[in-house]
């Protein structure tokens, strides 16, 4: 077999030995913008990932916080992987920030394997709500990206604080929410949001802290940055769900609706599609269509 010659030009060849994308949004620039003062802008977009995570990417949003979609919790963790792949064709660069629910870490080395998985397929960072400092520094020490949570828990988790309730109010409690997201410094973290603090809380913890920490339904200022989901950014909440936090800047199901009633007006009343939309077959090729279709079955 000849030897291969290494040549100026094949030395040009474009090898790429990684496979993050020129301009996507890593922890380490999460941490430039933090170490700037640049605030930092997040979205939950719940199970309408791959397309309103590109909308995000297109309006400048930094981070994409995400979750599979399935009929129970155990199919969303088993469809993560190829969710993430799906979100990432949509949106390259966008921080793409992956909520792994709780029975894949039940383990430090459960939870190092599927968070591989997930970051090999497309995010840049994982949450793992309400991790143990154990698994966190198994995890970090093993180069997974993890942009956790503290104050209140999402989800399931509510049990704990007797529902969605505002935590960190008194002295006691503010203090245990600082030593948590210390601690969780101290084990690698890389990035992390708080939920439903005072303000006070929230900015205090967030100029204590070295990471980027971004508030979500946390006051003011909202630290490093904020997050809204996009169910409250649309009007997407029935009116007794809307939270003191929730803005409202579009309406998307009004929009979606009023687009889709139009259409079908259209269709109904024969005004879609217009003459001009289609296209006119030859004129000889027409007239010998119509002939041999009057004639079909006669001959």
């Not at 990432?88 to 966008?94: L, Q």
């Not at 143990?132 to 509510?158: A, M, P, R």
């Amino acid at each position: 077999m000849a030897e291969t010659k290494i040549t100026p030009e094949n030395q040009k060849a474009d090898i790429k030995t990684s496979l993050v994308q020129k301009g996507r949004k890593t922890p380490w620039h999460l941490q430039k913008m933090k170490d700037e003062g640049q605030k930092i802008v997040m979205v939950g977009t719940a199970y309408n990932d791959p397309l309103f995570s590109m909308f995000c990417e297109m309006a400048g949003v930094d981070v994409v916080r995400y979750t599979a979609p399935g009929e129970n919790t155990e199919h969303r963790a088993q469809n993560l992987a190829w969710w993430t792949r799906d979100i990432r064709k949509m949106a390259p660069t966008v921080h793409l920030n992956a909520y792994i629910q709780t029975q894949r870490v039940a383990d430090k080395y459960s939870a190092l394997r599927e968070a591989a998985i997930i970051q090999a397929d497309g995010a840049d960072s994982v949450n793992i709500m309400g991790i143990t400092n154990e698994t966190l520094k198994y995890l970090t020490d093993n180069h997974i990206s993890v942009f956790g949570h503290v104050g209140v828990l999402s989800g399931w988790q509510t049990g704990k604080f007797g529902g969605y309730k505002k935590v960190g109010k008194t002295a006691d409690d503010a203090m245990a929410i600082f030593r948590q997201a210390y601690e969780y410094q101290e084990n690698g973290m890389c990035g992390m949001t708080i939920e439903n603090t005072p303000r006070e809380v929230t900015n205090a913890i967030a100029k204590k802290l070295r990471i980027p920490v971004i508030g979500i339904a946390a006051g003011g200022g909202e630290g490093d940055g904020s997050e809204l989901v996009h169910f409250d950014i649309f009007g997407m909440m029935p009116p007794n769900k809307v939270g003191k936090h929730a803005k409202k800047y579009g309406e998307l199901i009004k929009f979606c609706v009023g687009a889709y009633k139009a259409f079908a007006d259209e269709v109904r009343e024969g005004e879609y599609p217009e003459e001009s939309m289609a296209f006119p077959m030859d004129e000889a090729e027409r007239d010998k269509f119509m002939n041999d279709l009057e004639h079909f079955g006669s001959i």
